[in-house]
């Protein structure tokens, strides 16, 4: 069964301070990983994917097969940074998402 | 452009009624999901319709709902009887044929009282 943790509910960072999202998965095959955005108001959106190796509004994520994790990183938190974030996760061939529970950022200006 | 498009944006209803949400994908969007979030835990997949079959239905949760998108446009979700257990929000989304890529709607927020 595939599962992804997000262990974090809440996350409090202050502006300039680096800022860490955990995500942790379990799958028995090659996965693909996602992180999704909903910014206050708006639309769930996706933010980036491992496959592409993109950094996106200065964040990045570094699939780590031997710890089966997938943390998403900016060096330098903005205001704009505070949302709710979604690890998520697809099995190859197979574009069903499994989505994590979710950690809402906020940054303190 | 325009986006997912879900109807309503909310609903409230009572234990026993019937409700049906409804799902406009990005036009040429083949690939249409509906999602589920339950008040404090994870969004879970509920189906996948490609065009107007549906791919994978694994995420119903049981018979009560029926999922429909008939000439593969829009697509309708609907609950009867609801249950309080329902409550939530239905998120919709669409992706082209062969893309990773899911564009989401805003949502309808389900109340079941």
């Known amino acids: 069964a595939q599962r992804v943790t997000q262990p974090e509910k809440l996350l409090s960072v202050f502006k300039g301070a680096p800022v860490e999202l955990k995500c942790n998965y379990s799958?028995?095959?090659?996965?693909?990983l996602f992180w999704y955005v909903q910014y206050s108001r708006q639309r769930l959106q996706l933010l980036l994917r491992?496959?592409s190796r993109e950094s996106i509004k200065g964040f990045t994520a570094d699939l780590n097969k031997g710890e089966t994790s997938f943390h998403l990183k900016k060096p330098f938190a903005q205001e704009e940074d505070s949302a709710m974030y979604y690890c998520?996760?697809?099995?190859?061939?197979?574009?069903?998402?499994?989505f994590g529970t979710g950690t809402r950022l906020t940054i303190i200006p | 452009e325009a986006g997912v498009t879900q109807f309503p944006s909310h609903s409230v209803i009572e234990k026993g009624q019937t409700v049906t949400l409804r799902c406009d994908p990005i036009?040429?969007?083949?690939?249409l999901y509906w999602y589920r979030r339950v008040m404090g835990k994870e969004i879970k997949f509920l189906l996948h319709?490609?065009?107007?079959?549906?791919?994978?239905e694994s995420g119903m949760p049981n018979n009560r709902f029926l999922a429909e998108r008939t000439g593969g446009t829009y697509s309708t979700l609907k609950v009867q009887p609801a249950e309080l257990e329902d409550s939530g929000v239905y998120f919709c989304?669409?992706?082209?044929?062969?893309?990773?890529?899911?564009?989401f709607g805003s949502g309808t927020q389900l109340s079941v009282l």
């Open positions: 989304a669409s992706s082209l044929p062969g893309s990773e890529k899911l564009f």
């Open positions: 799958y028995s095959g090659s996965p693909e």
């Open positions: 491992h496959i």
């Open positions: 998520a996760l697809s099995g190859f061939g197979n574009e069903k998402l499994t």
């Open positions: 036009s040429g969007h083949d690939n």
């Open positions: 319709f490609v065009k107007e079959s549906k791919q994978d």
